[in-house]
């Protein structure tokens, strides 16, 4: 069964750093490009990452230079390392798989989500 | 970047009306289009991608249409499980894979 799990949400300090992750089963996370989308409370969907299957990477400018997404084919896991966190990145935020579809491409199965609070 | 722009933001309609929803690019997308349905507390899910692509398993009163800067998705026969909100996203300015603001579907 495709699944995907993500973990290590919480309660966070502005200026704190939380490591996200998307446990992936079903398929091999390598062959895939992988994304992590967000969304504030009450808010909409808000694309903020993806990790391509050659590895290149590329952000949202909201969280460019603060956030990194990785990967560990051994584990077939994707990361979200969240650094100098604010309270506007409070959000639920969704690993997502990244189907190639012949127009462009969609986002064909979501995990269930984590919850990260930034506040004092 | 390519923005996005759903109409209406919100809408009322009862159990077995055809409704449509709106999303205007504010550049040429081609068809790379899809749109999500999600339910609250829940993950997004996907119902059309490449514009007008039905994804497996979703029901055929769903349809897409448009290309390049507008966009519709359809209901016909709303379903009582088809109150939910709606998204669309596209995917031609690689990588950046924006989202539309939503639209909040409700049962008049």
């Known amino acids: 069964e495709v699944q995907l799990v993500e973990s290590g949400g919480g309660l966070i300090q502005p200026g704190g750093s939380l490591r996200l992750s998307c446990a992936v089963s079903g398929f091999t996370v390598s062959y895939k490009y992988m994304s992590w989308v967000r969304q504030a409370p009450g808010k909409g969907l808000e694309w903020v990452s993806v990790?391509?299957?050659?590895?290149?990477?590329s952000y949202a400018d909201s969280v460019k230079g603060r956030f990194t997404i990785s990967r560990d084919n051994s584990k077939n896991t994707v990361y979200l390392q969240m650094n100098s966190l604010r309270a506007e990145d409070t959000a639920v935020y969704y690993c997502?798989?990244?189907?190639?579809?012949?127009?462009?491409?969609?986002?064909?199965?979501w995990g269930q989500g984590t919850r990260v609070t930034v506040s004092s | 970047a390519i923005q996005l722009t759903q109409s209406p933001s919100s809408l009322s309609a009862s159990v077995g009306d055809r409704v449509s929803i709106t999303c205007r690019a504010s550049q040429g997308i081609s068809s790379a289009l899809a749109w999500y349905q999600q339910k609250p507390g829940k993950a997004p899910k996907l119902l059309i991608y490449d514009a007008s692509s039905l994804e497996s398993g979703v029901p055929s009163r769903f349809s897409g249409s448009g290309s390049g800067t507008e966009f519709t998705l359809t209901i016909t026969s709303l379903q009582p499980e088809d109150f939910a909100t709606y998204y669309c996203?596209?995917?031609?300015?690689?990588?950046?894979?924006?989202f539309g603001q939503g639209t909040k579907l409700e049962i008049k």
């Open positions: 997502a798989r990244v189907v190639a579809t012949p127009e462009g491409g969609a986002f064909d199965i």
């Open positions: 990790i391509h299957s050659g590895a290149g990477t």
């Open positions: 996203q596209q995917f031609n300015n690689y990588p950046l894979y924006t």
